[in-house]
């Protein structure tokens, strides 16, 4: 059983690495607040992922009440804690939600909180700790406290998603929302217990732990491949449709260069203010192109413009 464990835990790590790797492939070069958010998001949770292995590898080769330990697991802490944060910020800037300095100091503060009773929390108990025993849960008190907050993205998610315009971001995020909410109940355990106690046969009883987080986390990376290989699949499907499309919709329509550039940055889900800061023009400026390309199209719509410009 426990090398089962170590098998799912590096697993889960290798499986991190790459759907990480992946993840920047795919959207860093959208170059926008959210796709920030997003990866920043999935990097502390990635290194979160490989915190944890390096604790669980390092706790039988180091004396119990080792320092390595206390910082190995103060570290982990600290990427809960960046995970947390910028998952807040993806959801504020999918909603719309706080876009201003006072909404972004909110966060700002929570961040620095967090990270100020972990920080004390690691003194207190590295200066008090027994000579000869890691206590497991010197943490707990903050964790506690970690586990509130962070039901807080999800609570703003399930209160302001209407104000999410572009439907497939939408579902993805509810899914991968109800995910992390079913997932959520193990991850608290997992934390405050430490393991779950197989027993390894009926004579011995010897105990052996298993955390569950890989078995969340695999879940997780799981779904992040699936959409992420989807979502590329049907964007090179569509890119081909497109290029071939565009120049006939383009020439047919009297179509210019910048205003192609804001029909294509819709396409991807952007919203106005999204596709200003990506072209470096304001969002009045993006307006008025979008009142332009109206009336030379006769589109009514956003939708009836994207299906113009693909089928025409």
């Given at each position: ?7 799912l ?23 926008s ?80 909180a ?19 025993y ?28 209407r ?27 997992d ?117 113009l410009?693909?089928?025409?």
């Open positions: 059983m426990q090398y089962l464990f170590q098998f835990l590096v697993s889960c790590l290798a499986v991190g690495v790459v759907t990480t790797v992946f993840a920047f492939a795919l959207f860093f070069r959208y170059k607040r959210l796709e920030y958010c997003f990866l920043t998001f999935l990097g502390f949770f990635t290194l979160r992922v490989f915190a944890d292995t390096m604790l669980f590898f390092l706790f039988p080769l180091l004396p119990p009440a080792d320092t390595l330990l206390y910082v190995a697991s103060f570290l982990s802490r600290i990427t809960l804690v960046g995970t947390l944060v910028f998952m807040t910020l993806f959801m504020h800037q999918l909603t719309g939600l706080f876009q201003t300095a006072a909404g972004k100091g909110v966060v700002s503060a929570l961040a620095a967090l990270f100020l009773l972990y920080t004390a929390q690691f003194i207190l108990d590295l200066a008090s700790r027994s000579a000869a890691l206590d497991p849960y010197f943490f707990l008190p903050v964790d506690i406290a970690f586990y509130v907050l962070a039901l807080y993205p999800f609570l703003v998610f399930f209160l302001f998603s104000r999410i315009k572009n439907i497939t971001i939408y579902k993805m995020v509810r899914t991968f929302i109800i995910l992390i909410l079913a997932a959520f109940p193990l991850l608290i355990l934390d405050v217990f430490g393991s779950v106690l197989v027993l390894i046969g009926a004579a011995r009883q010897e105990p052996v732990p298993f955390r569950l987080f890989p078995l969340c986390y695999l879940m997780i990376y799981a779904f992040f491949l699936r959409s992420g290989f989807k979502n590329f699949v049907n964007e090179n499907r569509l890119a081909g449709v497109r290029s071939e499309s565009s120049r006939a919709f383009v020439e047919h329509f009297g179509i210019t260069a910048r205003e192609l550039e804001v029909i294509e940055l819709m396409r991807q889900g952007l919203r106005n203010r999204e596709i200003a800061a990506k072209l470096f023009i304001s969002t009045a400026t993006v307006k008025n192109h979008f009142h332009n390309i109206f009336e030379k199209t006769g589109a009514v719509n956003r939708v009836e413009l994207i299906r410009s693909v089928y025409s």
